[in-house]
């Protein structure tokens, strides 16, 4: 399932606020690569001790493995692998996201069920028969795609035993892939069913207009082209010439970095009369036959190097990660928590009343009328795999009991006060107690207006303060808004003015 992990970083205000995300180990950059980076440094170790310990003894092997590393150091860097994996990463992402937004969910079509075919008895019928072929279709392709939930239905009898298919409908799909000798997939037939499930209700009476009929229509088929394009993701993939040059060129580097990230000692020598003679490493003037930096230090541990293995390898990483995000990855999307929501949501979503009539010209339901487990069915093998649900950011968050006030006074920074007031601030006031448009207000008489009635802004003031300003009363037990008229006066001069422009008019 995806790691969630948002909620341990509510606020950007804290310093190092992604530091606490390092120790998260599930999903983690550490938990991804390390084995990769055992190796590797494991590796890097058994050549640097060879070198030093082991080709000592022949001057010559000495010196030829020198050149080769001075050869990889100078020309490893030639490999464009920034350039490259970065792009493949880049389509990888964008991949893994549409895949997300394909999956089908059968919401829409369960409240346009609720809405058009109201009523007990048969149209409740045919509500839940409905939405129950849409999760069958939806989850029909997610075997195709996902490995949890074939390994929780590997076969259709699975299916019936979870009430999300029939004996009759068993039948039938039989049928159709002895019909197609099972070369395609057939999660395009449950929804089928419910075309002809609502064309039956139309004619029936059980909806009321075409307009209608086609909305419901159109439902059905927005979840098929969803299943159709999710299953376009499994059939066509990033061309495998991709993959294969990312994966080679980020191998490839790494090798030829443990023979160019090497410290090196070479011989040192001193050229005499066209000759050159063996001296001693601190010899002045001296030099070494392979080309080597001298000024390189020497350390044990190739810091940098490391570095650069944990950026590259964890960017590989999230690549092999997401381009199939139907497997069993930590950030691998939890289908099983879907196909769950999805079922008995959409039941709620389309459920009437309990009281409802059956009628015998459909089948029974298969939960009896009755809301659906909180989850399908499981296997032994599936339930070994199965996740708890998704967290959410505000999952462990605690609102203290804090006082709103301090010595009397309205503490300032308590934001959600109840029975706020709210000023307004408007050319047309209901209480001059007639109507004053902008037309009658006058551009003169709207300035003085707004010099001499200044209303208050300000969000400290609670209901019941004496105040001779018009305000908006908010209280948390009532959601409608009320207008309350204070004691407000205007100043004769002003309503003289106000109402010589009126006569005027």
């Known amino acids: 399932m995806t790691v969630t992990y948002i909620q341990h970083v509510p606020t950007a205000g804290k310093v190092g606020s992604f530091f606490r995300l390092l120790i998260i180990w599930k999903g983690g950059v550490v938990k991804g690569i390390w084995r990769d980076l055992c190796i590797y440094s494991i590796l890097y170790a058994a050549v640097s001790v060879g070198y030093r310990y082991g080709l000592s003894e022949d001057e010559i092997l000495k010196l030829n493995f020198e050149r080769m590393c001075v050869y990889c150091g100078k020309n490893g860097d030639y490999i464009p692998l920034s350039f490259i994996l970065g792009f493949y990463v880049t389509q990888v992402v964008t991949r893994w ?33 409905v939405i129950r072929w849409a999760n069958l279709a939806n989850i029909l392709t997610l075997r195709l795609m ?12 699975h299916l019936v035993e979870a009430g999300l298919l029939t004996e009759k409908e068993l039948e039938k799909l039989d049928k159709i892939i002895k019909t197609t000798d099972a070369l395609y997939p057939i999660h395009w037939v449950p929804l089928q069913w419910g075309q002809i ?47 294969q040059l990312v994966t080679i060129a980020v191998h490839v580097y790494f090798l030829v970095s443990l023979l160019g990230r090497q410290y090196l000692t070479p011989t040192r020598y001193i050229g005499a009369n066209g000759d050159f003679i063996k001296v001693p490493p601190d ?3 001296s030099v070494n036959l392979v080309g080597h930096d001298d000024s390189v230090l020497d350390f044990y541990i190739p810091f940098f ?3 650069q293995f944990i950026f590259y390898f964890g960017w590989l990483k999230v690549a092999e990660i997401l381009i ?70 505000t999952d462990n968050f605690v609102v203290p009991e804090d006082n709103p006030t301090h010595e009397g006074k309205v503490d300032p920074s308590f934001l959600f006060l109840p029975d706020r007031k709210l000023s307004i601030k408007s050319c047309s006031l209901p209480w001059y107690n007639r109507r004053a448009s902008l037309r009658s207000c006058g551009r003169r008489g709207l300035q003085r207006r707004k010099q001499n009635l200044h209303f208050q802004r300000s969000i400290s003031g609670v209901a019941g303060e004496e105040s001779t300003s018009p305000m908006i009363v908010i209280h948390d037990s009532n959601p409608n808004i009320e207008m309350k008229q204070k004691n407000f006066t205007l100043p004769s001069s002003e309503m003289e003015t106000y109402t010589s422009k009126e006569e005027e008019e």
């Open 97 to 129: 996201w549409g895949q997300f937004t394909t999956l089908a969910w059968p919401d829409s079509l369960a409240m346009n069920l609720l809405s058009y075919i109201p009523g007990k008895g048969k149209p409740k019928k045919i509500r839940r028969l």
């Open 146 to 157: 996902s490995t949890e939930i074939t390994r929780r239905f590997p076969t259709y009898d």
């Open 197 to 243: 499930e609502l064309r039956k209700a139309k004619e029936e009476g059980h909806i009321s207009s075409d307009l209608v009929f086609t909305k419901l229509q159109e439902s059905l088929q927005d979840l098929e082209m969803k299943n159709k394009s999710l299953l376009g993701y499994g059939w066509m993939n990033i061309p495998l010439v991709y993959t």
């Open 283 to 285: 010899t002045p003037e």
């Open 305 to 307: 190097t490391i570095m």
């Open 324 to 393: 199939n995000p139907f497997g069993d990855d930590d950030d691998d999307f939890d289908v099983n928590y879907i196909i769950d929501r999805n079922f008995q949501t959409s039941y709620l979503m389309v459920d009437g009343d309990d009281s409802a009539d059956t009628d015998n010209d459909l089948e029974d339901d298969t939960y009896g009328n009755k809301i659906p487990p909180t989850t399908l069915p499981h296997t032994v093998e599936s339930f070994k795999f199965k996740e708890p649900p998704p967290a959410m950011p």
